[in-house]
């Protein structure tokens, strides 16, 4: 569920006041997307909604980044293509995507989140920042738990991203359904949306024991009469700073009493300023006020200063060796703001809040141009093994990832090409058969389903007339020229008027049509005269109304048919009803005059090519 927002988006930067900027996502999101239609509706229903949704990716890897509207744009074609509510394929993939990133062991985190159902929500907003480690550039949304009783709680949600309510929705029964035993009711009480930011209240019902047990459990006055003076005695506030180099304490008017001596190093003289004039709010997702931060104590906090941090050189520190080392550095203008997460809680007894933060410096690098050192950091925590291990990471898995990386783009590259070849045997195809007939025998349909009887057709039957005696006078590869120049010419007309086109070859027809209409349409082609269209008297009919010149050529003995009376197509006329010239039948006509006058002479190009190539 959550991995909505464990895979969430990445953006550029981080900047303030809710500036969402252009948002990415990670690949299992939408990998996840294609494996729920793939598997519910088929590959076909996948790559219908890929084209509409203009998506060109065939597959999508993980731990690379894409935009985030592939996904959106993904659910809106299956909704148009399927008929389905869009809200209710947002639930159904919320809760098979649980499922779904099962099978990379993310289950595992799920299952150890919380022991209870509360639990798991109230640490629903630090989940993220288990992740983070694996996907550096998340920006997960933010939740937390408010009125809670032991019959449910009210669930709060914010995202910069719009458009997933209901697929959270989905997410969080499936949830409760699978590692908690609950079928839990979850009810939007409201939906907020402005130009930033998406918010949204749940009221989730379910049973919740654990809410009574937590209320009643021993205070701390009675572990400290029971336990004895560990329990009870103060403790130097000089020593609980200490233990926090890197602290942060403001009253409610958000002013900074105290700062940690490690913190200090990086941010001088910052006591009596407001804490919104030195940090940014980063997580949760929350206005930066006294009220916001009170009531989200169990949401870990992310803060990074507004001015970048660093490096104060002193005057013996050898410059040389911090340049060489800035020029080897892959930080930018972001990464030089120095980044605090960590804990806030409510002092009763200061009335303030301070903030139990840790620098998070993701090598040593980063470390050395913000001017820390490892001994500013906490030895009672991982900080100093976390930015360790940062610049120890194994050569061989970067090789590892660029090598994935190439192999997915060669695949990538692989499945374009397929695409188009794909394309291009489906045009073949189409040429041999029609469209309609060839995408039913591809879905498997039985031949005898596909006969048809047409009740009305007019076929036309062509011929090249004197072909082989134009043969004769021709090389091999100048009949193949003059053939290939007619189809193409022939074959643009036909397009133009969407008509198909029935190849026999010798007597294995590829797809035939039968009946008496056939043998009339070829007995026209057979006894009409050359550069002549010959009609029978069906289709003569049919053009009574049309603006076309027939002569009638009266009744001719016509094979295996009797006498049929049958015409000739003279002209096509204009409005005023006058022939319209033809430059075709102008052209053979000058070829044929040229022909006999120069009967006697030797010409070089026989007439059927010159009438092709002025064509």
């Given at each position: ?9 990445i953006k550029?930067?981080?900047?303030r006041?809710?500036?969402t900027?252009r948002?990415n ?11 729920f239609i ?7 229903t996948?790559?219908?909604v890929r084209?509409?949704?203009k998506i060109?990716?065939h597959?999508?890897s993980?731990h690379?980044?894409?935009s ?6 993904a ?5 148009e293509?399927?008929?389905?509510n869009?809200?209710d ?7 098979e995507?649980?499922?779904?990133v099962?099978?990379y ?5 799920l ?6 159902m509360?639990?798991?929500l ?12 694996s996907?550096p550039?998340l ?13 449910g709680l009210i ?21 409760a ?5 609950l ?8 939906e907020?949306?402005?130009a930033d ?13 654990q809410?009574?047990?937590?209320n009643s459990?021993?205070?701390?006055n009675t572990?400290?009469a ?8 103060p403790?130097n506030?000089e ?12 009253n409610?008017?958000l002013?900074?009493v ?7 190093q990086?941010l001088?003289?910052?006591e009596g300023?407001?804490?919104m ?5 980063v ?8 009220d916001?931060?009170i009531?989200h104590t169990n949401?870990?906090f992310?803060?990074t200063?507004?001015e970048?941090i660093k490096?104060?050189?002193s ?7 911090i ?5 080897n550095s892959s ?7 120095l980044k605090l997460k960590g ?5 009763k007894e200061?009335?303030s ?9 993701e ?6 141009h913000t ?18 291990v ?8 970067k090789l590892?990832?660029?090598q994935?990386k190439?192999?997915?783009?060669a ?5 374009k090409?397929l695409?188009?070849?794909?394309k291009?045997?489906d ?7 029609p469209?309609?007939v060839?995408?039913?025998l ?7 389903n596909l006969c048809?009887?047409v ?5 036309l ?22 053939l290939?120049?007619m189809?193409?010419?022939f ?5 133009t008027?969407?008509v198909?086109k029935v190849e026999?070859?010798?007597?294995a027809?590829r797809?035939?049509l039968f009946?008496?209409?056939v043998n009339t349409?070829?007995r026209m082609?057979?006894s009409s ?9 069906s289709t ?5 109304n049309k ?20 015409y000739f197509?003279?002209?096509k006329?204009?409005e005023?009803?006058k022939?319209?010239k033809c ?8 070829i044929?005059?040229n022909?006999?006058l120069?009967?006697t002479k ?9 009438y092709?190539?002025?064509?």
């Amino acid at each position: 569920m959550v991995f909505l927002f464990i895979f969430g988006y990445i953006k550029s930067d981080t900047v303030r006041n809710w500036s969402t900027g252009r948002q990415n996502m990670y690949g299992l999101l939408i990998e996840s997307v294609a494996e729920f239609i793939k598997r519910r509706y088929g590959n076909a229903t996948w790559e219908n909604v890929r084209k509409k949704a203009k998506i060109e990716n065939h597959a999508f890897s993980t731990h690379q980044q894409y935009s985030e509207t592939c996904f959106l744009r993904a659910i809106r074609a299956l909704s148009e293509i399927v008929g389905e509510n869009q809200n209710d394929l947002l639930e159904q993939l919320g809760v098979e995507f649980v499922n779904f990133v099962s099978q990379y062991g993310y289950d595992k985190i799920l299952r150890v989140l919380g022991r209870h159902m509360r639990d798991f929500l109230n640490g629903l907003d630090n989940l993220h920042e288990y992740m983070k480690f694996s996907y550096p550039k998340l920006k997960p949304p933010s939740f937390f738990v408010e009125k809670e009783s032991s019959s449910g709680l009210i669930l709060h949600y914010r995202s910069t991203r719009k458009g997933f309510l209901y697929y959270v929705k989905g997410q969080l029964k499936q949830v409760a359904k699978i590692f908690y035993n609950l079928d839990i009711q979850i009810e939007v009480l409201s939906e907020n949306q402005t130009a930033d930011f998406s918010h949204a209240v749940f009221q989730l019902l379910f049973k919740n024991d654990q809410y009574d047990i937590i209320n009643s459990s021993v205070s701390i006055n009675t572990l400290a009469a029971t336990k004895g003076p560990y329990f009870s005695s103060p403790m130097n506030s000089e020593l609980f700073f200490d233990l926090f180099p890197f602290h942060v304490v403001f009253n409610r008017s958000l002013t900074v009493v105290s700062v940690g001596n490690g913190l200090r190093q990086a941010l001088k003289h910052v006591e009596g300023e407001s804490i919104m004039d030195l940090f940014n709010l980063v997580r949760p997702l929350i206005r930066f006020n006294w009220d916001n931060i009170i009531s989200h104590t169990n949401n870990v906090f992310e803060l990074t200063t507004i001015e970048p941090i660093k490096r104060c050189f002193s005057p013996n520190e050898p410059e040389l060796e911090i340049n060489l080392l800035s020029t080897n550095s892959s930080t930018t203008s972001t990464e030089d703001c120095l980044k605090l997460k960590g804990q806030m809680m409510f002092i009763k007894e200061w009335e303030s809040i301070i903030f139990l933060a840790t620098p998070v410096l993701e090598n040593l690098d980063i470390m050395f141009h913000t001017g820390f050192y490892i001994n500013d950091l906490s030895m009672h925590d991982s900080s100093r093994d976390l930015v360790l291990v940062g610049t120890q990471q194994s050569a061989e898995l970067k090789l590892a990832l660029d090598q994935e990386k190439q192999k997915s783009k060669a695949l990538e590259e692989s499945m374009k090409k397929l695409d188009i070849e794909m394309k291009r045997t489906d045009q073949l195809l189409y040429q041999m058969i029609p469209k309609k007939v060839a995408d039913r025998l591809r879905s498997g349909e039985a031949l005898m389903n596909l006969c048809e009887i047409v009740p009305s057709c007019t076929i036309l039957f062509s011929d090249v007339v004197g072909f082989t005696q134009t043969c004769s006078q021709l090389s091999p590869m100048e009949v193949v020229s003059m053939l290939n120049g007619m189809y193409t010419k022939f074959d643009s007309k036909l397009e133009t008027h969407n008509v198909y086109k029935v190849e026999t070859i010798g007597d294995a027809p590829r797809y035939c049509l039968f009946g008496d209409t056939v043998n009339t349409a070829s007995r026209m082609e057979s006894s009409s005269e050359a550069m002549k269209i010959h009609i029978s008297q069906s289709t003569k009919v049919l053009l009574a109304n049309k603006p076309y010149r027939l002569v009638e050529r009266g009744k001719i003995e016509i094979k295996g048919k009797g006498e049929m009376k049958t015409y000739f197509v003279q002209s096509k006329l204009d409005e005023d009803g006058k022939s319209i010239k033809c430059p075709f039948m102008e052209i053979y006509e000058e070829i044929k005059r040229n022909e006999q006058l120069n009967a006697t002479k030797e010409t070089d190009e026989v007439p059927m090519v010159q009438y092709l190539r002025r064509c």
